[in-house]
T-cell receptor, first 113, second 112 residues
C-alpha cells in the first residue's frame, strides 16, 4: 500500500540552528500539505502545494519558515533559526485532488533545546 | 472563522461498549468532514470522509453522521476493543481548496 514518507522521524536541535524536514507524497498526488501539531492539539496547516505552486501559506511564519516543492513531487520544510516554541510534530499529507481524503505520513518530532 | 470543537477531551470505557464521539463546528457551510485516528507519537490515519450532501458513512464498526444545519458530526464505534484506544480527530473542509480545520481530538481508552 502506498504511503507518505517523511524523514527524519526525530530531530533534536538547539535554538538558533537550522533544521529541514523532507516529505515524499504518494505517487500521483498533486496536492501536498505541511501541518504542525503541538502536543494535545489538532494539526494546523502551515502550507499547501498544488504541484509545485503554493496555494495557501497564510499560517506559515515566513520570517523563519520556508517550504519548497521544486519538481512538484517531494517537498522540504525548513526552519531557520529554530526557536523553543517550534517544538512540535510536523506532519506531511497528500491527496490526489484538493478536496479528497488526505493521507498522512508518520511525522517528524522536533525538539528545540 | 470556522472553529471545530470535540467533546469530551478524554473518554474511558470498558471493552465491548458502544460509544459516540462528538464534533461540532461553528460555520455550517462546509464542503466535507473527515474523521481521523492518531496513535501516540504517530501520524494520522483517515477513517471516514463525509461529503456535505451525505448524512452518514460506514466502515466496519465505525459509523459517522453529519448534520450540517446544526453544525454537528458524531463518530459511533460499535463493540469497542482495546485496539480502538487512540486519539480521534475530526476535521472540516470549508471549501474545495483542500484546507482542513481540525478539532483538538478525543482521547479514547478502552479497558479490557
Amino acid at each position: 500500500e502506498a504511503e507518505v514518507a517523511q524523514s527524519p522521524r526525530y530531530k533534536i536541535t538547539e535554538k538558533s540552528q537550522a533544521v529541514a524536514f523532507w516529505c515524499d507524497p504518494i505517487s500521483g498526488h498533486a496536492t501536498l500539505y505541511w501541518y504542525r501539531q503541538i502536543l494535545g492539539q489538532g494539526p494546523e496547516l502551515l502550507v499547501q502545494f498544488q504541484d509545485e505552486s503554493v496555494v495557501d501559506d497564510s499560517q506559515l511564519p515566513k520570517d523563519r519558515f520556508s517550504a519548497e516543492r521544486l519538481k512538484g513531487v517531494d517537498s522540504t520544510l525548513k526552519i531557520q533559526p529554530a526557536e523553543l516554541g517550534d517544538s512540535a510534530m510536523y506532519l506531511c499529507a497528500s491527496s490526489f485532488l484538493r478536496a479528497e481524503t488526505q493521507y498522512f505520513g508518520p511525522g517528524t518530532r522536533l525538539l528545540v533545546l | 472563522k470556522q472553529e471545530v470543537t470535540q467533546i469530551p477531551a478524554a473518554l474511558s470505557v470498558p471493552e465491548g461498549e458502544n460509544l459516540v464521539l462528538n464534533c461540532s463546528f461553528t460555520d455550517s457551510a462546509i464542503y466535507n468532514l473527515q474523521w481521523f485516528r492518531q496513535d501516540p507519537g504517530k501520524g494520522l490515519t483517515s477513517l471516514l470522509l463525509i461529503q456535505s450532501s451525505q448524512r452518514e458513512q460506514t466502515s466496519g464498526r465505525l459509523n459517522a453522521s453529519l448534520d450540517k444545519s446544526s453544525g454537528r458530526s458524531t463518530l459511533y464505534i460499535a463493540a469497542s476493543q482495546p485496539g480502538d484506544s487512540a486519539t480521534y480527530l475530526c476535521a472540516v473542509r470549508t471549501s474545495n481548496t483542500g484546507k482542513l480545520i481540525f478539532g483538538q481530538g478525543t482521547t479514547l481508552q478502552v479497558k479490557p
